[in-house]
């Protein structure tokens, strides 16, 4: 089955610096890959996805990238603000249904004013 | 609009005791999940309904069962809690069966422990 593979586990920046998280798959097949946020007390978000047949994705001051060569895909977060400030988990799925989603371990961001 | 409701938010029980975790949505969704996390492994998908009427096991499904009562509602059963089931609880909704073509929605999550 498929395995994701979350770095750092935590991240400390500063206010206004950018931040970056990374994660590695396993299965070739993944081809979607969801990110999602968790404020502290709350249940995930969806915050950004991208497919296997875009290599970058945009929103506002988010971005994903994908690499599909080494299987490996990031968030990008710009000009971080004290409200960026949860934890990220990435996923990956060869097919984009519930039961093959596999969750990243979880980055802890925080953002230091 | 509440979205997607869990009840309760915070349980204590006792090994061998069993208990239901009670889960409603608003949103006229098709597919409901139950997720549990602990820490430094994500979210592992436990039971899922595609539809009403329809259950299927997910990554971790021994030691529960689950009830799609109706449209709105989704329950996840402990028949004989173990502590190893000491997890934070997660239901969430999708309008489609795919997380791909449709987002979805989180509850509050419930915190779970067993002693």
């Known amino acids: 089955g498929e395995n994701v593979e979350q770095h750092p586990s935590t991240l400390s920046v500063q206010e206004g610096d950018s931040a970056v998280i990374k994660c590695t798959y396993s299965?070739?097949?993944?081809?979607?890959f969801p990110w999602y946020k968790q404020e502290l007390g709350k249940g995930p978000q969806l915050i950004i996805d991208?497919?296997?047949?875009?290599g970058e994705k945009k929103d506002q001051r988010i971005a994903v990238t994908l690499n599909k060569t080494a299987k490996h895909f990031s968030l990008h977060i710009t000009e971080t603000q004290p409200e960026d400030s949860a934890v990220y988990f990435c996923?990956?799925?060869?097919?984009?249904?519930?039961?093959?989603?596999?969750f990243g371990s979880g980055t802890q961001l925080t953002v230091l004013p | 609009n509440a979205g997607v409701t869990q009840t309760p938010k915070f349980q204590v029980l006792k090994t061998g005791q069993s208990m239901t975790l009670q889960c409603a949505q608003d949103?006229?969704?098709?597919?409901m999940y139950w997720y549990r996390q602990d820490p430094g492994m994500g979210l592992r998908l436990i039971y899922y309904?595609?539809?009403?009427?329809?259950?299927d096991k997910g990554e971790v499904p021994n030691g529960y069962n689950v009830s799609r009562l109706n449209k709105r509602e989704f329950s996840l059963r402990l028949e004989s809690a173990a502590p190893s089931q000491t997890s934070v609880y997660f239901c969430?909704?999708?309008?489609?069966?795919?997380?791909?073509?449709?987002?979805?929605?989180f509850g509050q999550g419930t915190r779970l422990t067993v002693v």
């Open positions: 969430a909704s999708t309008l489609g069966r795919r997380f791909m073509n449709t987002e979805a929605f």
């Open positions: 299965d070739s097949a993944s081809n979607y």
């Open positions: 991208i497919r296997s047949n875009v």
């Open positions: 996923a990956a799925s060869p097919s984009g249904s519930a039961r093959q989603l596999t």
């Open positions: 949103m006229n969704h098709n597919s």
């Open positions: 309904s595609a539809s009403e009427g329809t259950t």
